[in-house]
């Protein structure tokens, strides 16, 4: 699991967009993994506000998701996201950092399951949800 773990990490951080948003990979393994992006203005959607765009949110949990997949014991390989839908509950605190936290609860021979939950320091309100399926690729 290490190298495959491993693997995973190195392909997160090598995401040019996944750089630029600021992504930190916090945890990773077992089919689970948690990246946080920290506040920042450039990110912002609505300057009266000063909430972060959905469209920065929704790369946050894309790419969490994912990682949360290629991390999985019965995944072999790589991923793309086959269908994400996110369920935006509120705005994220202007100048808190977003936490998403996925997992991969289901993989069959091509496709796997997967949920996450985004937060920002006030863990008992998400700032979204989502489901999604993604491939499964065979070993790279």
Do not use: N, W
Not at 14 to 30: F, Y
Not at 69 to 82: N, Q, R, Y
């Amino acid at each position: 699991m290490a190298d495959k773990t491993d693997l995973a990490r190195q392909f997160i951080q090598a995401i040019p967009h996944a750089k630029e948003l600021g992504m930190v990979l916090e945890e990773i393994g077992d089919g689970t993994a948690c990246i946080s992006m920290p506040y920042d203005e450039k990110l912002i959607g609505d300057p009266q506000s000063g909430v972060i765009a959905g469209g920065a949110v929704s790369a946050l949990m894309d790419t969490c998701c994912g990682a949360a997949v290629m991390c999985h014991p019965d995944a072999p390989g790589g991923t793309a996201t086959i269908d994400l839908r996110i369920d935006y509950m509120r705005g994220a605190t202007p100048g808190q950092s977003i936490t998403t936290r996925a997992t991969c609860h289901h993989i069959t021979r091509s496709v796997a399951f997967v949920r996450a939950v985004a937060s920002d320091d006030d863990t008992d309100r998400p700032v979204a949800t989502a489901s999604g399926a993604f491939t499964v690729e065979s070993g790279f």
